[in-house]
């Protein structure tokens, strides 16, 4: 079925960005890489020096101070929380295809800048990354108005699930081949990864050209027996979208809107600090090498998809079947993610003695966060299709800026105390942000439509120009009495 392609490739854009954005994570290990493999690296070319080694230490690299290491790793949120409300705006204007595009081929194109960027200054790498987050900041409500287009009620949570699913397929294949491409010194060694990326990056947006199109009725290899049944549910609502200005007064008071948005935020903060700071974490507190980072975020990745796809089916068997409404469905995901989540991130403090304790318990707390689209993604397409570009990004604005709010937090107590506690305590605090976002999902979360439909906003907008034209009318005939 074509929509589910669509989901697909939809997926495969999500796994670009997303390389794209994380690679630095592994890479930036062996852009800086610490004293112990220095003074390892330099007692073996005193001794013996192989090709391979001479090579390793042509590879450029940075000594970069934590804070500085910081900003870079966090600069692609900066960019990404600005251009996300843009991103909706436009999406609600232009449709989402066009959107989608523009973002994978500037990000594929700002990525292959990094190594030069690395190189030339340290201020024109931010630079370039700030502007890689906006970039890619523009895609997350385009690709919700291409699953408002193909998708309907009862099939929502598995398609947003397959597309979603892209950002832990990242995880699972990026993180290993990052480390390896890292590691491999004879093909280059780090700044490989970014032009890989890029390149994938680039023909994926070539493909989006032929397999995804805004909705059923514009693709020519869709059956007709699918577009009468996506017909029959009204999915589409692309081209009326464009007649109409976005109800700003009801969506910014609207306690339904808030409380997806606060939520999936909060759910923001831990994922993307995860994200970020895990390899560092591993290397660092459980002392690990490069190479098995890799794995193990590829392990976190496996982890995550496991659960964003089993939840997303399990909530659509739950409303097909009837055994619960969507709204109560919705909630008890919500319950399992990001309540199960902060309690494993407040029991890591606890197995401090055991690495491989607080690996397991790190890797489950972070693949719980993985059921975030089947809880808040979703609900936004139930409250509203025809505004939920508009919705994403706010959404996409607010969440994305605790991408560089946890660093810049976890920086200033590592400032203040530069020991093994901080990482603890910094899970903590996300655990506790996390339960306020569940706390207010909860109370004020909705799944009924929240606004005007698009037909009656049409009709009113309409009638109101109709009204115009013969008051103009009016006035003339009355003048020319």
């Not at 794209?20 to 852009?31: E, P, V």
């Not at 997303?312 to 008890?332: H, N, S, W």
Request: proline share 2%; glycine share 6%.
């Amino acid at each position: 079925m074509k929509r589910y392609l669509v989901a697909g490739m939809c997926s495969m854009v999500k796994f670009c960005l997303y390389c794209m954005r994380i690679n630095l994570n592994i890479a930036i290990i062996k852009m800086v890489p610490n004293s112990t493999e220095n003074n390892a690296l330099n007692v073996t070319l005193t001794t013996k020096a192989t090709r391979s080694e001479i090579i390793y230490k042509e590879i450029p690299s940075y000594a970069w101070s934590e804070e500085t290491r910081q900003m870079i790793l966090s600069a692609v949120y900066y960019g990404y929380s600005v251009s996300a409300l843009l991103g909706g705006l436009v999406t609600h204007r232009l449709g989402g295809k066009r959107v989608i595009l523009f973002s994978l081929l500037s990000s594929s194109i700002l990525t292959a800048l990094i190594p030069w960027s690395a190189g030339v200054s340290t201020d024109l790498l931010i630079v370039l990354r700030v502007l890689d987050g906006m970039a890619q900041g523009l895609h997350n409500p385009a690709m919700l108005i291409i699953l408002a287009n193909w998708s309907v009620a009862h099939e929502r949570s598995t398609l947003v699930s397959i597309t979603y699913s892209g950002v832990a397929l990242a995880e699972i294949i990026c993180n290993p081949l990052s480390g390896w491409i890292c590691s491999a010194y004879k093909l280059g060694g780090w700044p490989l990864s970014f032009y890989t990326y890029s390149t994938f990056g680039a023909v994926t947006a070539i493909l989006c050209i032929f397999l995804i199109y805004e909705n059923p009725d514009e693709d020519p290899y869709i059956s007709s027996n699918e577009v009468e049944y996506l017909k029959s549910f009204d999915t589409t609502v692309g081209e009326k979208n464009k007649k109409i200005s976005a109800p700003w007064l009801s969506i910014l008071t609207s306690s339904a809107v808030w409380a997806v948005v606060i939520a999936f935020s909060s759910n923001a903060f831990g994922f993307f600090f995860i994200i970020t700071e895990a390899p560092i974490f591993i290397s660092e507190v459980l002392k690990f090498d490069v190479k098995t980072i890799g794995w193990l975020m590829s392990i976190l990745g496996i982890v995550e998809c496991l659960f964003a796809l089993l939840s997303g089916v399990c909530a659509d068997f739950i409303v097909r079947r009837e055994l619960l409404t969507i709204l109560p469905t919705r909630k008890l995901i919500a319950i399992c993610s990001m309540g199960l989540s902060a309690f494993l991130l407040i029991c890591i403090g606890f197995f401090q003695d055991s690495a491989i304790l607080c690996l397991i318990t790190l890797i489950l707390a972070f693949g719980l966060l993985g059921c975030y689209n089947t809880c808040f993604m979703a609900n936004v397409l139930d409250i509203t299709k025809h505004y939920s570009s508009v919705i994403v990004g706010i959404m996409t604005c607010l969440a994305s800026s605790t991408g560089f709010i946890g660093p810049s937090l976890f920086a200033a107590l590592l400032k203040k105390k530069n020991t093994n506690d901080q990482w603890y305590l910094m899970f903590k605090i996300i655990a506790g942000i996390q339960l306020f976002g569940l706390l207010i999902f909860l109370l004020f979360a909705k799944a009924e439509e929240q606004f005007h439909s698009i037909e009656e906003n049409i009709s009113k907008q309409e009638m109101k120009s109709y009204n115009s034209i013969n008051d103009a009318s009016a006035e003339v005939v009355d003048t020319e009495e």
